[in-house]
């Protein structure tokens, strides 16, 4: 079957640095996503990796090793506005999307 | 400015009654999709549309129904609610299926439903 797996939930401190992991199982491998959510919001596009490697955003920057099924979003310098749920999503051979439940950030000051 | 745009934000149904949501798109994009999405658990893809052609997933309840009359709208209509429905339903727009080379999905701010 087909799986992504994230923490259910992290806490981090304002200003510090923070390592939410993903591993996945897919049928093929077409890449990865990352999207934030914040608590009853849609979900918006962070980061994608289909390359092993780091991508680097600002802030924020993702890792990917695809022989080892495992990715993570790296935060820097949090703030209090990126408290919010982190979604791994891996694009499977039929592009289709798996999705991870999410894991929730809470950031502390 | 949104450019997916679901109404309403928040929709309160009675058990059994027929209700609809409604998204709208500015992106003029091919696809669209509706998710359900429950506290702390993944989306769950109900169905998309490539333009006209409509997929539904295998495991989607034939409660779940879906319009798409033209290129900005898309509605999902829930014929007979019933409590295990309550949830956020997100809708969500991509230029083309293949969603490879990090092409993202575009969501709107989701329709909280609840069932009474």
């Known amino acids: 079957g087909q799986n992504i797996d994230q923490p259910t939930e992290m806490t981090a401190t304002e200003g510090a640095i923070v390592q939410i992991n993903c591993t996945y199982q897919t049928s093929g491998f077409n890449g990865l996503f990352w999207y934030q959510q914040h608590a009853g919001e849609a979900p918006t596009f962070l980061s994608y990796n289909v390359l092993d490697g780091l991508e680097e955003k600002g802030r924020f920057s993702s890792f990917l090793s695809r022989s080892k099924g495992y990715s993570y979003l790296l935060l820097k310098e949090l703030q209090m506005k990126d408290s919010a749920s982190y979604l791994c999503a891996g694009l499977d051979s039929n592009y289709q999307l798996i999705w991870g439940a999410g894991t929730k950030l809470i950031i502390k000051p | 400015d949104a450019m997916v745009i679901q109404n309403p934000r928040y929709q309160v149904t009675q058990f059994g009654k027929p209700v609809t949501l409604s998204c709208s798109q500015t992106?003029?994009?091919?696809?669209m999709y509706w998710y359900q999405q429950k506290s702390s658990q993944a989306p769950k893809l109900l169905f998309h549309?490539?333009?006209?052609?409509?997929?539904n997933e295998a495991d989607t309840p034939d409660n779940f129904q879906s319009r798409r009359p033209n290129t900005s709208f898309c509605f999902l209509d829930i014929r007979s609610p019933g409590l295990g429905d309550a949830a956020m339903y997100l809708c969500?727009?991509?230029?083309?299926?293949?969603?490879?080379?990090?092409?993202?999905?575009?969501f709107g701010d989701g329709t909280r439903l609840s069932i009474l």
């Open positions: 549309y490539y333009d006209k052609d409509f997929n």
């Open positions: 992106l003029n994009h091919n696809v």
């Open positions: 969500a727009t991509s230029r083309d299926l293949n969603l490879g080379g990090g092409q993202p999905q575009h």
